[in-house]
């Protein structure tokens, strides 16, 4: 199932580093930053360090909202 299928739950959606970082507005070492202190959840697909990583959109709009100033 496509993240893009109109039957998949926008909140649940699988997004990309790259995607990540354009929902979040920021660049990509600040987010392996937050990603390697633990302060944002992220999952590695595949094996290894240098296996790629997978965000929540979920997770991250929830991550923003308790981080709100």
Same mark, same amino acid.
């Given at each position: 199932?496509?993240?893009?299928?109109? &039957?998949?739950?926008?909140?649940? $959606?699988?997004? &990309?580093?790259?995607? /990540?970082?354009?929902?979040?507005? =920021?660049?990509? @070492?600040?987010?392996?930053?937050? @990603?390697?202190?633990?302060? =944002?959840?992220?999952?590695?697909?595949? &094996?290894?360090? @240098?296996? /790629?990583?997978?965000?929540?959109?979920?997770? $991250? =709009? /929830?991550? $923003?909202?308790?981080?709100?100033?």
């Amino acid at each position: 199932m496509s993240n893009r299928d109109e &039957t998949y739950p926008v909140q649940d $959606l699988i997004l &990309t580093s790259r995607e /990540a970082q354009e929902l979040l507005k =920021i660049g990509r @070492t600040k987010l392996w930053d937050l @990603t390697r202190k633990n302060a =944002i959840p992220a999952y590695r697909v595949g &094996t290894g360090r @240098t296996s /790629a990583l997978r965000y929540k959109r979920s997770e $991250l =709009i /929830a991550w $923003l909202d308790r981080n709100r100033v």
